[in-house]
């Protein structure tokens, strides 16, 4: 018996794909492949009813949706005041803006590059967050201060897809990284996009980046993850981030606890930081889990929530747990990194944990935690073998003579 064919979509008449992204006319009801369509993910939300090529000859041009108001994910609620302030809306960046708070120089320790180092940070711990004026002395090594968007383009390629979140609604979808470069250079840009998860350690612009030693020698993944691993070695380490101004990314604690590098290459960032007090943390936790998160400032909830503003040419170190937010202030490009280390384990393992309750997607958690975890152990019992092994053969030493 002859097995029935796939049916077949588009303009392009090929069967479904599920990692392509697709659209329904809503005459016909065929579905399309944005890109077959010329219809980009981030923008068919805003479609109210779409008419294909085909369609569109007999019914006219699909319908937008119309805008109701500038402060809700849902711009087509009505505007009857009714309805509090969302995080990423136009509303909330302007209100952002004008609030003050306490400025991060109470709690950010200010060092030479070539001060930071493991030494250092085992004999002072690293609990605060760190920032370094200038690149001398770090082991970072960056492109020039000239490298544009069109440069990350040429170097990692047009073709490769990219998480852009749609910052008004504080959405995630994919879209070609050529597609937001020519957004990006739009004298008009009609929404605020912004990405932040472009990893790049498989492409050309590796090359570019050497991360601080600071994060190599201290990196878990860089010292006990073996060559003969069943799991694929994570790449966490290299990312860059292309923010337009206006973007902002809610208050989060990085995957599995990790410490984070962050270096901005032209523009300006402004964090906002939360200690990881055992207080503040389980008050994140029941945010994070709240029905009304994107409606709560986070800042609010604690005591305090400092201001910092990293300018270009600036590199800060997070340590494990700290709570932040981020507004892009204005046009940005900047390179940072996660790296898992041995001064917060306890922190590190309780950001993991949460991350369980929360029920935190596998997408945004980092690869494989738990195995890095054991060969961790592994390495540990290992150096603990051998020196419980070197004192007794000092112990036979001193006996036989």
């Avoid at 010329?38 to 699909?62: F, L």
């Avoid at 020039?144 to 383009?153: A, G, H, L, Q, T």
């Avoid at 309750?357 to 390495?379: G, Q």
Wanted: aromatic fraction near 12%.
């Amino acid at each position: 018996m002859a097995m029935a064919a796939a049916p077949l979509y588009c303009v392009c008449r090929q069967s479904y794909d599920v990692s392509r992204f697709m659209i329904e006319c809503d005459i016909c009801n065929d579905w399309f492949h944005g890109s077959c369509v010329q219809v980009e993910e981030h923008h068919a939300v805003d479609i109210d009813v779409y008419h294909c090529p085909k369609c569109d000859v007999q019914h006219g041009p699909s319908l937008m949706k119309k805008r109701n108001n500038w402060h809700r994910h849902d711009y087509t609620e009505p505007d009857d005041g009714s309805r509090p302030v969302q995080a990423g809306t136009s509303v909330f960046v302007r209100e952002l803006q004008n609030r003050t708070f306490p400025s991060a120089d109470e709690i950010m320790v200010q060092m030479q590059g070539h001060q930071v180092t493991q030494k250092y940070l085992e004999k002072q711990g690293f609990r605060y967050p760190i920032t370094v004026p200038k690149l001398d002395g770090l082991g970072l090594k960056l492109p020039p201060s000239s490298f544009s968007v069109r440069d990350v383009e040429e170097y990692v390629g047009g073709d490769k897809i990219v998480d852009v979140i749609d910052v008004a609604r504080q959405a995630d979808s994919k879209m070609k990284l050529r597609e937001f470069v020519k957004y990006y250079y739009k004298p008009y840009r009609p929404k605020v996009l912004n990405v932040i998860s472009l990893e790049f350690s498989d492409t050309k612009m590796a090359e570019l980046v050497v991360v601080p030693d600071i994060a190599q020698k201290m990196s878990w993944v860089e010292n006990y993850w073996p060559d003969d691993s069943f799991f694929p070695k994570p790449f966490v380490q290299k990312y860059c981030l292309m923010g337009v101004k206006d973007s902002y990314t809610d208050f989060h604690i990085d995957f599995g606890g990790t410490s984070v590098w962050y270096h901005v290459l032209w523009g300006e960032k402004i964090f906002y930081l939360i200690k990881p007090t055992q207080a503040n943390l389980a008050l994140y936790e029941a945010w994070s889990s709240s029905p009304n998160q994107s409606e709560v400032f986070f800042g609010d909830k604690v005591d305090k929530c400092y201001k910092c503003v990293v300018p270009q040419g600036t590199t800060v170190l997070i340590p494990t747990g700290w709570i932040h937010a981020v507004l892009t202030s204005q046009d940005c490009m900047a390179f940072g990194g996660n790296f898992l280390h041995n001064l917060n384990i306890g922190m590190q393992l309780r950001c993991y944990e949460m991350e369980r309750r929360l029920k935190t997607p596998d997408l945004f958690k980092f690869p494989y935690f738990e195995a890095i975890c054991w060969y961790v152990a592994k390495n540990l019992l290992e150096t603990l073998k051998g020196e419980r092994n070197t004192t007794w053969r000092k112990s036979l030493l001193l006996i036989s003579s």
